[in-house]
T-cell receptor, first 115, second 110 residues
Framework: DAMVIQNPRYQVTQFGKPVTLSCSQT?????MYWYQQKSSQAPKLLFH???????NEADTPDNFQSRRPNTSFCFLDIRSPGLGDAAMYLC??????????????FGPGTRLTVL | AQRVTQPEKLLSVFKGAPVELKCNYS??????LFWYVQYSRQRLQLLLR??SRESIKGFTADLNKGETSFHLKKPFAQEEDSAMYYC????????????FGSGTRLLVRP
């Protein structure tokens, strides 16, 4: 089945220790998104890639970076995780919006714990 | 600023009862609105979108521009409807951004 895969499902890191979360897709979608979702809150968009074009949200901290080496993979790097970065991180994909109603397909998420 | 408000964190109903999950939005332009659902241990997925005017799993939602609302309704709730429901707004411009509400947990009791 075509899908969005996130690895690992659970990630534990130490305060200040860099961590990378991974997302891959078999849908061949142009756009890949990263959301942060804290407990009982709405998913919050951090940034997205449209093909190779990176689009950062204005309020995304510099501590968060992303890489998209090819169509299928996208990574979220947290350079120096703080306790406040503990959250569920969701990856999503979609076709180019002008060709669709922009349904986003989500991965299962990676729950990040910062000790 | 664009905003999506879901006033109820939890909605508990008995099986067979009608359900209405509330969603209000603020947006100066003409929005696209969606309902996403997350069942237990499953990923977030699209339930329905206002532009399609469809009924999915018995759920419908009507966009009321006068009241800036997009409430989700089902006449007879089923236990399998228990899930987390998120209302989302997409700006109709070059941004691809979805703005989510904080979600309502629906619990359908037997």
């Amino acid at each position: 089945d075509a899908m969005v895969i996130q690895n690992p499902r659970y990630q534990v890191t130490q305060f200040g220790k860099p961590v990378t979360l991974s997302c891959s897709q078999t849908l061949n979608h142009n756009v890949m998104y990263w959301y942060q979702q804290k407990s009982s809150q709405a998913p919050k968009l951090l940034f997205h890639y449209y093909d190779k074009d990176f689009n950062n949200e204005a309020d995304t901290p510099d501590n968060f970076q992303s890489r998209r080496p090819n169509t299928s993979f996208c990574f979220l790097d947290i350079r120096s995780p703080g306790l406040g970065d503990a959250a569920m991180y969701l990856c999503a994909t979609s076709r180019a919006p002008q060709k669709s109603y922009n349904e986003q397909f989500f991965g299962p998420g990676t729950r990040l714990t910062v000790l | 600023a664009q905003r999506v408000t879901q006033p109820e964190k939890l909605l508990s109903v008995f099986k067979g009862a009608p359900v209405e999950l509330k969603c209000n939005y603020s947006y100066s332009g003409s929005p696209e609105l969606f309902w996403y659902v997350q069942y237990s241990r499953q990923r977030l997925q699209l339930l329905l979108r206002h532009i399609s005017r469809e009924s999915i799993k018995g759920f419908t939602a009507d966009l009321n521009k006068g009241e800036t609302s997009f409430h989700l309704k089902k006449p007879f709730a089923q236990e399998e409807d228990s899930a987390m429901y998120y209302c989302a707004l997409r700006r109709k411009d070059s941004s691809y951004k979805l703005i989510f509400g904080s979600g309502t947990r629906l619990l359908v009791r037997p």
